[in-house]
């Protein structure tokens, strides 16, 4: 069962997901929960990882972040038939930054949700601002690692420079 609230998804693979890059999208996570009075809280939606990396997960983000259960949402991989259906009630794709989404990034932008990527030097770090500069949608490819992004209720975009 999917939860009705906001759900910024991070369908990457394990190896993907960096102390950095975790920490980042749970301060884009709290960041939102605090920017939406009133609102249902968004949570961080994860494919169950094996035995090992979810307890790490959610121990980093207790200890780091004070965010607990409440703050995510685990769920099994899902049939290829249903993969688009099920990506479609994600708020938002945060993208992995050394290694971006390929084929998930093109199923979730398929799916109708917009990512949030921070380009990188090499190709396989492109991939996400290439998929969406394709499709002009620019307002969600960060420009360096200090933009601090605030999702708002319409699924959209604002940048500050935090330098």
């Known amino acids: 069962h999917i939860p009705d609230v906001p759900l910024a998804s991070g369908f990457n693979q394990l190896?993907?997901?960096?102390p950095e890059l975790f920490d980042s999208w749970l301060s884009i996570v709290g960041n939102a929960s605090l920017n939406r009075a009133g609102k249902p809280k968004p949570r961080l939606w994860l494919p169950s990882?094996?035995?090992?990396?979810?307890?790490?997960?959610?121990?980093?983000?207790?200890?780091?972040?004070?965010?607990?259960?409440?703050?995510?949402?685990?769920?099994?991989?899902?049939?290829?038939?249903?993969?688009?259906?099920?990506?479609?009630?994600?708020?938002?794709?945060?993208?992995?930054?050394?290694?971006?989404?390929?084929?998930?990034?093109?199923?979730?932008?398929?799916?109708?949700?917009?990512?949030?990527?921070?380009?990188g030097l090499k190709q396989s770090a492109r991939v996400g601002a290439s998929l969406l500069n394709g499709l002009a949608f620019h307002t969600t490819i960060a420009r360096n690692k200090f933009v601090r992004?605030?999702?708002?209720?319409?699924?959209?975009?604002?940048?500050?420079?935090?330098?």
């Open 15 to 18: 190896w993907k997901i960096s």
């Open 49 to 119: 990882f094996p035995d090992v990396a979810t307890p790490s997960l959610k121990e980093y983000a207790k200890n780091t972040r004070g965010m607990d259960d409440s703050d995510f949402f685990w769920s099994e991989l899902f049939p290829e038939e249903d993969q688009f259906k099920v990506k479609s009630l994600s708020w938002i794709q945060l993208d992995a930054f050394s290694y971006n989404g390929h084929t998930s990034g093109a199923d979730v932008l398929w799916a109708g949700v917009p990512i949030l990527t921070l380009p």
């Open 149 to 163: 992004c605030k999702l708002n209720e319409e699924t959209t975009f604002q940048q500050e420079n935090n330098s």
